[in-house]
């Protein structure tokens, strides 16, 4: 009887421990954005992402459910655009309610790697604060396919594939330690990210 009981309370108070509301609401041109509430099972998340794309500056406000692999800051150089990730978690009930500012703008950390331009890959960009990696990625626009070459923060290269899904991004991206060392060789780790999703979702919401 007492065994009932427990495992009774157990299905009734469980389900509700594992609930987590959260603000989830999204921003991006022409600057609208809607704020509802909603049932997270790990964390909330709340964040701004920055997209840099000749000299034009977007930045997106979120905030949503999320666990530990969607909470870290960095950002990607690729040259023709950087893109930086400032994401925090929480664990509390409507926790994520404040703004997360952007990522500053950093200076040059003497860093290099290389960057394509169009089928040329022999070009370098210096990176930028704690892009400390470089990366090779390949983007798909249509039917074609691209490589792209950069900077990125070690942080986005281990966060895992969950972390830039967040961000609405998809694909593959290789990163290497060491500078110049994203030639055609020499690539050491694997992650599931690609780039145009990323910037079609912030530029064109």
């Not at 509700?16 to 509430?37: D, I, R």
């Not at 034009?56 to 905030?63: L, R």
């Not at 703004?99 to 990176?127: F, M, R, W």
């Not at 910037?199 to 064109?204: A, P, T």
Request: glycine content about 10%; proline content about 3%.
């Amino acid at each position: 009887m007492r065994l009932q009981i427990t495992l009774s309370l157990i299905c009734v108070l469980f389900p509700k421990a594992l609930t987590l509301k959260c603000y989830q609401y999204k921003t991006g041109p022409p600057g609208t954005c809607a704020t509802t509430q909603t049932d997270c099972p790990d964390q909330c998340t709340t964040g701004t992402i920055t997209v840099v794309t000749d000299g034009q500056q977007q930045q997106v406000s979120q905030k949503t459910c999320g666990g530990a692999a969607e909470c870290f800051t960095g950002s990607i150089n690729l040259g023709v655009w950087k893109t930086s990730f400032n994401l925090k978690c929480c664990s509390t009930d409507l926790c994520n309610g404040h703004t997360v500012e952007a990522l500053p703008q950093e200076s040059a950390n003497g860093h290099k790697c290389y960057i394509c331009d169009g089928d040329d890959c022999t070009g370098t960009v210096s990176c930028e604060g704690d892009e400390d990696r470089c990366v090779i990625t390949t983007a798909t626009a249509g039917d074609s396919q691209k490589m792209m070459k950069g900077c990125a923060s070690s942080k986005l290269c281990t966060a895992g594939v969950s972390a830039l899904q967040i961000a609405g991004v998809t694909g593959s991206v290789s990163c290497c330690e060491g500078n110049l060392c994203n030639s055609a060789e020499g690539v050491k780790l694997s992650l599931l990210i690609m780039l145009v999703p990323l910037i079609s979702s912030i530029l064109f919401i």
